[in-house]
């Protein structure tokens, strides 16, 4: 069996800062993006939600959420593995 090694923990705090970081993106861009409708309500939304947006570190709790999360996953994951070793295993006794 090919065992794979996935660590989830640094793409859970990227992604989730990511998300932020576009929101500012779109805001930073020229006049005829970020005025539009859509480009307004983005930067509504972002300024909204996200706090510390006033100050330009929103950023600050989605990375701290997406590390919470990876941080738990990884913490997790020997009991899912576990879980999932007494599934197969008791799966093969019965076929046999």
């Known amino acids: 069996m090919h065992k794979t090694s996935t660590n989830i923990f640094p793409n859970l705090a990227i ?14 861009f ?8 859509v480009g307004k309500t983005l930067i ?9 947006a006033s100050i330009a570190m929103d950023w600050i709790i989605p990375a701290l959420v997406g590390t919470a999360l990876g941080l738990g996953y990884h913490s997790l994951r020997p009991v899912f593995h576990q879980k999932q070793a007494l599934i197969t295993d008791s799966t093969k006794n019965n076929n046999e």
Do not use: E, K, R, Y
């Open 44 to 52: 509504t939304i972002q300024s909204q939600v996200l706090p510390f």
């Open 30 to 37: 020229p006049a005829v993006i970020s005025q539009s409708s």
């Open 15 to 28: 992604a989730f800062t990511a998300i932020s970081a576009s929101l500012d993106m779109v805001g930073s």
